[in-house]
């Protein structure tokens, strides 16, 4: 591959060698359940993501012989959707902790103590920023009300209990809080240089400093505090993880002379802005890291989870085995099968909000705007578009998909299938009874509407590596009509709209109406 003599230049200030065009790795997944991709191989062997799609800024809890992990959860609700394994591989949604909007939702930390169970949640919500806790004395549910700790300012809270038997939250920028004893309420000030966060070298290619995501492990005689700095998007060299440790809770603080861990130092890599770590002990005794990157020509579907192996050395520091993850890796051992993901079709016989369809950026009282009612989901309109309803989203993880939904309108409002990064930014078309209406590049175009006089439809959305093709059938599937604007939605991630999330499905129902959604069928195409 030729490179200008302009871009190597580049590559040598910043540490990071950056092809003129990258290559995007294409490693083989294996598959699951209606088609959709899996980590786990069969042959003893594993490719990541663990967890594909929309899961950043992972937070595990080893549990006996389960594992528990949750991920931010942004504008969507039902939040904070704790997920299961046995074996650290295959990973299965069990409920979602967060039902009372609070605002956006970013990185976690989900803790047992004294046999009960805890997630600190931070927020960005009008107020600003702040932490909240919610707690249960079973971690599948029922969980608690939220609880506003009164922190502002802070996110990404590390809980961890100190050798004097305290409980302390870290926090962003170096910031600690002490909690009382039912960890339900602060007990003191706000500290700051409570940790130094490590510096990488100036000339380094990243977004921003930002010392974020702290989550502390006790070890032997050792207190470790594994963190971000970098900025978690931006250029593909962003983001990494750093580590830090001290013989007691309250400092002083060592560097790992091998930091960072973990970082992408090629546009090459499969893994863009790999970062924001936790650490924990495997089924068979060994030590894993799980933390988030972007995939290589794919931001579209978000920060997605991923495995690897790490080794404790001689003098106490821990290392990365991993390498880039461009090929497979030994699987984890000693764990108990556990099934992998979940069917996203969905007949409409029962209520799965949460742990597949959530609704971005709803109001208090939004899920009265549902009803399932003979196998389909009825949906009240909202706002005027797409953009202002509240779609019901979906989360895939999948580089092509294809999906479908039987559609009955009634009333002045319209529905239909999209894709749906935020009120800027997505993609779809929606049926009114009198019009087919477009939606592209976040908005609806008047002059494509078509006088189309129909009550109920189907539609097919497929999405072939960013490349979306509309379908629709009026006459129950016998014959299909493809919409003449096949759109491209590259673009359509982070690093252009903000927000952190990723292109998501939608159902969505807008106007004075209602719209019956039936039948939705998803399955993974092969790429």
């Not at 106490?316 to 085995?321: E, I, Q, S, T, V």
């Not at 009265?368 to 706002?383: A, E, I, P, T, V």
């Not at 590049?441 to 006088?451: D, K, L, V």
């Not at 759109?487 to 939608?506: P, T």
């Amino acid at each position: 591959m030729t490179v200008s003599r302009r871009h190597a230049l580049q590559a040598a200030l910043a540490g990071a060698a950056v092809s003129a065009t990258p290559a995007i790795a294409a490693p083989r997944f294996g598959t699951g359940i209606e088609g959709q991709r899996k980590a786990d191989l069969g042959n003893g062997t594993y490719v990541n993501p663990i967890v594909p799609g929309d899961h950043a800024d992972p937070t595990i809890l080893k549990d006996g012989g389960d594992y528990w992990m949750t991920f931010s959860s942004f504008q969507s609700y039902p939040g904070a959707v704790i997920w299961h394994s046995q074996d650290l591989l295959n990973w299965t949604p069990i409920t979602a902790a967060l039902t009372k909007p609070i605002g956006t939702v970013w990185a976690m930390d989900l803790v047992k103590h004294k046999g009960r169970y805890f997630i600190y949640i931070p927020v960005l919500n009008d107020a600003g920023t702040g932490i909240y806790v919610i707690h249960a004395d079973d971690i599948r549910g029922p969980w608690s009300e939220p609880i506003d700790l009164k922190v502002p300012g802070c996110i990404d809270p590390g809980h961890v209990v100190g050798e004097d038997g305290r409980r302390y939250l870290f926090v962003n920028g170096g910031r600690r809080i002490r909690l009382k004893d039912d960890g339900l309420a602060t007990d003191g000030p706000l500290e700051a240089n409570a940790w130094t966060p490590w510096q990488y070298p100036k000339d380094w290619v990243v977004e921003m400093f930002a010392p974020e995501g702290p989550k502390l492990l006790r070890r032997g005689d050792w207190f470790y505090l594994i963190s971000a700095v970098g900025g978690t998007a931006g250029p593909p060299t962003s983001h990494m993880v750093t580590v830090a440790r001290s013989r007691s809770v309250h400092g002083p603080w060592e560097h790992c002379p091998h930091n960072p861990v973990v970082r992408t130092t090629s546009a090459d890599e499969p893994w863009w802005s790999r970062g924001h770590a936790s650490v924990v002990e495997g089924p068979a005794g060994d030590w894993w890291m799980v933390y988030h990157g972007y995939e290589n020509g794919f931001r579209t579907l978000g920060r997605q989870a991923l495995l690897e192996p790490i080794e404790w050395t001689a003098d106490g520091w821990f290392r990365a085995k991993g390498g880039t993850l461009d090929k497979p890796l030994p699987a984890p051992r000693g764990g108990k099968a556990s099934p992998a993901g979940a069917a996203l079709s969905d007949d409409f016989s029962r209520n799965r909000m949460g742990t597949q369809w959530t609704f971005h950026a709803p109001s208090p009282d939004e899920l009265s705007r549902l009803r399932w009612q003979d196998n389909s989901l009825l949906m009240r309109g909202k706002g005027k578009s797409l953009a202002d309803c509240s779609p019901l989203v979906c989360i895939t993880g999948d580089r092509s998909y294809e999906c479908s939904v039987e559609l009955e309108i009634t009333g002045d409002g319209h529905g239909g299938l999209g894709l749906f990064y935020d009120e800027r930014g997505h993609v779809g078309i929606g049926f009114s009874t009198t019009q087919l209406l477009t939606y592209g590049y976040g908005q609806e175009h008047a002059w494509m509407r078509e006088n189309l006089a129909t009550r109920q439809v189907h539609i097919r959305l497929t999405n072939r590596e960013n490349v979306i093709t509309f379908r629709y059938s009026r006459d129950d599937g016998r014959t299909w009509v493809q919409h003449p604007w096949q759109m491209e939605v590259s673009g359509l991630h982070h690093n252009v709209f903000g927000g952190f999330v990723s292109l998501r499905i939608a159902l969505f129902s807008a106007g004075a109406g209602e719209v019956r959604a039936r039948n939705f069928v998803y399955r993974g195409l092969p790429t």
